[in-house]
């Protein structure tokens, strides 16, 4: 499975942006994608996580703010981000979970830099 990740960039406190990732590849094997970030000096944490079945999963403190949804059929998840705050700076990585979710497939990153 490959992930490919896009919509980052630079924006003001308040403002919105929408994360795209596409799969390929194996993706039949794809049981779950979400997506994690990871601040300059900080370790990466969970931020959103869409299951097959339509369950999904956030972050507590970014539930409010964040909106995890998929197009199941092309295999694209979107990270929907609003209200941001200079503290969602980090880079944000696609991920997918396997089969029986034993295994984690990563995208390469995509920059959100949000100003003050």
């Known amino acids: 499975v490959q992930l490919q990740a896009s919509g980052g960039g630079l924006v003001q406190a308040g403002g919105s942006l929408r994360l795209s990732c596409v799969a390929s590849g194996s993706t039949f094997s794809i049981s779950a994608m979400g997506w994690y970030r990871q601040a300059p000096g900080k370790q990466r944490e969970f931020v959103a996580l869409l299951s097959n079945d339509g369950t999904t999963r956030y972050a507590y403190s970014l539930k409010d703010r964040f909106t995890i949804s998929r197009e199941k059929a092309q295999n694209i998840v979107y990270l929907q981000m609003s209200s941001l705050e200079p503290a969602d700076t980090a880079a944000y990585y696609c991920?997918?979970?396997?089969?029986?979710?034993?295994?984690?497939?990563w995208g390469q990153g995509t920059l959100v830099t949000v100003s003050s």
């Open positions: 991920n997918a979970k396997g089969e029986s979710w034993e295994t984690d497939y």
